[in-house]
């Protein structure tokens, strides 16, 4: 079989910054390695060429706002994304995104349509035009549907008739597929994990074997040494994790030091500098601002634990880079970093602000237990390598097009 021509459609891409949008570079980066012709299309404005790939942007061309009066932010803001997803779709005095997006699906001539969902509009759309026009539809779902958008989804699903789209689902968790039942119901869901450099990850291991740090994680003395790489935005929690920090000092042995480093930017930052003062966490609450994978990488290498607090963590890909280097992590049961890591083995899981407070005071009071994890990230993570992901994706294109 030739090779496919393959449009990848997301309302988020680079230059704006987040999970999906660093996800899609990577995989992007790696199918056209592996011989797919594909371009990207998004309403996000930027270069024409992202890592060698053509990214097909559904906005005004020359412009660095994109012709948007509403330019999304680099970060996620709820507010501004509204406003920016309005003007996608209703723009008086120039073509719309969604136009654009259709006159591109139309024109380009594509064997399959990969559309990757951020609980954003025009993957909806996307994936609606391409049904009509006969393609070849896989779609990527990126993140949960929460409790209060339940209702809003089950009304999405019944209005645009998603379950009977003849299309090829997946979701790049087992808890993101269990959360899209009130918009697909019993339409199958098969996993599509996101991917990681595991070796280049792993290289940290070896960097720890070499650190005179002297921290506590493997049952050693002085301050424990807890890492969060996060946007810092509500979804995120940034807030529960310095309450939880908080907790759990209160809770430990005179003399045992937690000291905290947040790498991150995001529109909370001020906020959060200005509770970790009121929480009395002073310099041991550190924050870093946005870091390149280099500079992350060197930060786990000095880690003792990987922190992360969000409910709604569709697959947690930065819990992974930690756990790759050797780092264990402690999050909450009801996100998708179950799906890779072994509670009492390489993580802690916990059902709830407290139970995350008090996890995190266990790990600090017994040595034996900051062992105990440590070991069980010697081990490498099967199945996430990019290699094995790419690997996926291809055997599904090609299972598409067989049809």
Known sequence: MT???????????????GGIE???RDLTVHLKAEGVDLEVLTPVPGPGEVEGVVVRRLCAAGRADGGYRFPPPPHANSARDLFFFLECFASPHRKSAHARLREQLRAGRYDLVHVHFGNAPLAYAATREAVRLGLPVLTTFHSMIGHVQIPLAAALGRM???????????AVSSVVARSLRPLLGAAPVEILPNGIDADWWGAARAMRAGNDAGGAGAGGEGAIELLAVMRLHPRKRPQALLRAVAQARRELPQGQRLRLRIIGEGPLRAALERQAGRL?????AEFLGRLGREEIRAALSRADLFLLPSRLESFGIAALEARCAGVPVLGMREAGLRDFLTEGADCLLADGDRAFAAALARYGREPDLRRRLAEGCRAAVPGLSWPEVTARHLLTYRQLLAK
């Open 3 to 17: 090779a496919p021509r393959v449009a990848l459609v997301s309302d988020w891409y680079l230059p704006r910054f």
């Open 22 to 24: 660093l996800h899609l």
């Open 160 to 170: 645009l008739g998603c379950a009977r789209w003849p299309v090829r689902h997946s």
């Open 280 to 284: 009395g966490l002073g310099p041991d």
